[in-house]
């Protein structure tokens, strides 16, 4: 039985934990309230992952240190750069593997399907929190003071996951209503299901090829967001509905008073030009292929459904 360590309780955390603790391993996952709902066999610590001496701790004798938080999308600034230096100590103090969940926000607007050769060229504040935090991670790599990789994935879809095909779309489908979208309805867009990325943290994490490097997630076929709402109206059995796009107004008066919608601006352009992830690399290394579109669909409406949650 080998220690693992996970920071987050969401959906990839939740789902990472799981993997591991089905192959046997001992599992740990680290949030503030220590309350999470997770699987059985793991045990869930209450602890702040900003304290690095305590989190260092924590991961002493660990094979792997899963980096599976998600500050509040607002305060990344603010949030991500004293975790992310906790991280780094810890891994460095324990010895254990960093392997972190990332995304595409990096490689800024481009106009080819992103593989992890294309060059990091942020072009929001979002995208030079992450790349800064795979640079500092790169650089203790390269020195020779930890291990580390990431695995970066297009947006979520999947359960309890906070998506654009989630709990905007999903609950007005389900109720016969039409459905407003943020970006353009018609634009392809990847789409990445939470547990495809669990299943390639836990490979990566575990094998010293991935090491060094970042690996993209394997996704599905792009879906517009008009194609995958009326893929989820198939899927779930109920009569296709309208979609239309939010009006800029709209977004503009709502932002006044939330903060998340006004940070999905400088991140906009996602969603109004093909946004693609090639996730060969990954497919053909680990011998993993997306979860079929259907399924994550079907996951997706039944936890909306009443009484799953």
Not at 90 to 105: Q, W
Not at 181 to 187: I, N
Not at 188 to 200: K, N, Q
Request: proline share 6%; hydrophobic share 45%.
């Amino acid at each position: 039985m080998t220690k693992h360590l996970i920071v987050g309780a969401g959906p990839v955390g939740t789902a990472t934990a799981r993997l591991l603790a089905e192959r046997g391993e001992e599992t740990i996952v680290v949030t503030r309230s220590g309350t999470a709902a997770l699987p059985a066999g793991v045990r869930a610590v209450r602890l702040d992952a900003t304290d690095a001496g305590a989190l260092s701790g924590l991961a002493d004798g660990a094979a792997v240190l899963y980096n599976c938080a998600n500050p509040a999308y607002h305060r990344w600034t603010t949030d991500w750069p004293p975790l992310a230096a906790a991280l780094l100590t810890a891994a460095e103090r324990s010895g254990a593997v960093l392997a972190t969940v990332s995304n595409l926000y990096g490689y800024g607007a481009v106009d080819a399907p992103m593989t992890e050769s294309t060059a990091l060229n942020p072009n929001s504040v979002k995208g030079q929190v992450r790349v800064r935090m795979w640079l500092d991670a790169l650089a203790l790599h390269g020195a020779g003071r930890i291990r580390a990789t990431e695995v970066r994935s297009a947006d979520y879809v999947g359960p309890g996951a906070q998506s654009h095909l989630g709990d905007r779309v999903v609950p007005r489908l389900l109720a016969g209503k039409g459905v407003q979208v943020l970006g353009s309805p018609d634009t392809v867009h990847s789409w990445t299901y939470t547990e495809d990325v669990a299943r390639l943290l836990v490979a990566v994490g575990g094998d010293e090829r991935a090491w060094g490097r970042p690996w993209h997630v394997p996704s599905n076929a792009p879906r517009t967001q008009r194609e995958a709402v009326g893929d989820l109206a198939r899927v779930a059995g109920v009569d296709p509905v309208k979609v239309s796009r939010i009006p800029g107004a709209v977004l503009t008066v709502l932002g006044w008073t939330n903060p998340v919608i006004r940070e999905v601006r400088e991140t906009a352009y996602q969603l109004e030009q093909p946004f693609i992830i090639d996730a060969g690399a990954a497919e053909q290394a680990f011998a993993l292929a997306p979860t079929p579109w259907d399924d994550v669909l079907a996951a997706t409406v039944a936890s909306f459904r009443p009484g799953r949650g």
